[in-house]
């Protein structure tokens, strides 16, 4: 394989060729020393880890999020507009100077439904590599399930038989249904029973439903379209085996908003809320704390801020509509995901740790 075949820049594939179908890593081996970048490109945020393995994980050397809402208007208009395509631009040139800087050697950089849904989604890739120097891949549904599944998966109750992990995110939403791991070596792909992307997420329900003033039949409203939506879904999974620990693990925005509320955090922590496991009737009164704040009030709230005071309502639809079709006692939150997953896969391949992958770890 060429040298420069899993470089990021220049133009060169940010994976090598092969597989990209969410259950194999691209392979190749490398030393243990190198650094390694995951580039998420969502419907709202562009986000990035680098991180360095370690003996038996990784540790997160450096990290860029930004609300860039990329598919804005995208599920009225079919395209991705001017005003959101500079934004993003504008984050990706940013990371990719913290990756130069870094001196990654390996990346996958991924980009998910607003580029997927949109008419110039290719065009918009094109531009990427030729404006910014960055190889982005879009994924299918099918991968990006996967990648949430390998990146929260650690989190699930050693102890149930199975759980439901989902991701909700601006564009479209992730549901899993995921088994107990039976030995050591089995493959995510083994661990997920039934999955669905939803073609619709925070971003794209509130410019139908409406996000900034919510009254409680708009709320309803969407939290029953969503359950239509999950239908078949909820039917797949009648066959599947449950227990008494059976519970949700949920990754997004949405989730750690709302533990953020339930901890009456004044700026987010995710140390204090990535693992956190939240009893129903928490879920149940944080969401009403959120339901209950005006717009402003929103804004305002250190675990919103602005950029989201207008999706977050949107976000606790989705989820009142998964925990009524699986009902559970409690729900872990994940402050991970696809990235985390990205780097798994990567590491994983390249055999730079030994043994099963353990939480990253945070920059010191």
């Not at 075949?5 to 081996?29: I, L, V």
């Not at 809402?69 to 040139?93: F, N, P, Y």
């Not at 039934?194 to 003033?213: C, M, N, Q, T, Y």
Request: with cysteine.
């Amino acid at each position: 394989m060429e040298p420069d075949a899993t470089s990021p820049f220049g133009g060169a594939p940010a994976t090598p060729r092969g597989e990209r179908n969410g259950d194999s890593a691209p392979h190749w081996q490398g030393p243990r020393s190198a650094t390694y970048a995951a580039l998420d490109l969502g419907t709202n945020n562009c986000r990035l880890l680098v991180a360095r393995p370690t003996a038996d994980g990784f540790r997160i050397v450096d990290a860029f999020s930004r609300i860039v809402r990329l598919g804005e208007g995208v599920s009225r208009s079919g395209r991705l507009g001017e005003a959101a395509i500079d934004r993003t631009l504008a984050a990706l040139a940013v990371c990719r100077d913290k990756m130069r800087a870094r001196g990654v050697a390996r990346a996958r950089l991924i980009a998910t439904e607003a580029c997927r849904a949109a008419e110039n989604g290719p065009d918009f890739i094109a531009r990427v590599r030729e404006q910014i120097g960055l190889d982005l891949e879009i994924v299918d549904r099918r991968t990006e399930a996967h990648l949430a599944a390998e990146g929260c998966a650690s989190l699930a109750d050693q102890e149930a038989r199975s759980i439901v992990l989902f991701d909700i995110g601006g564009g479209s939403s992730e549901i899993v249904w995921l088994a107990r791991p039976r030995h050591r070596e089995q493959t995510m792909s083994d661990r997920i029973r039934i999955w669905v992307s939803l073609p619709i997420g925070v971003v794209s329900l509130a410019e139908r439903f409406g996000g900034r003033d919510v009254p409680a039949e708009c709320f309803e409203a969407m939290v029953r379209h969503i359950m239509e939506m999950l239908e078949n879904f909820v039917d797949r999974s009648g066959v599947q085996q449950r227990c008494e620990r059976f519970h949700l693990l949920g990754t997004s925005g949405t989730v750690t908003t709302i533990a953020g509320v339930h901890l009456n955090l004044a700026r987010y922590d995710r140390r204090r809320v990535d693992g956190l496991w939240m009893d129903d009737a928490d879920v149940t009164a944080a969401m009403h704390r959120l339901r209950a704040m005006s717009f402003d009030e929103r804004a305002n709230n250190g675990c919103i801020g602005p950029d989201r005071a207008d999706l977050v309502l949107a976000g606790c639809a989705i989820l009142e509509a998964i925990r009524r079709s699986f009902p559970s006692k409690r729900i872990r939150i994940a402050d991970r995901g696809l990235r985390e997953g990205i780097l798994m896969q990567l590491m994983s391949a390249d055999r730079a740790w030994r043994g099963a992958a353990r939480p990253p770890r945070s920059p010191a």
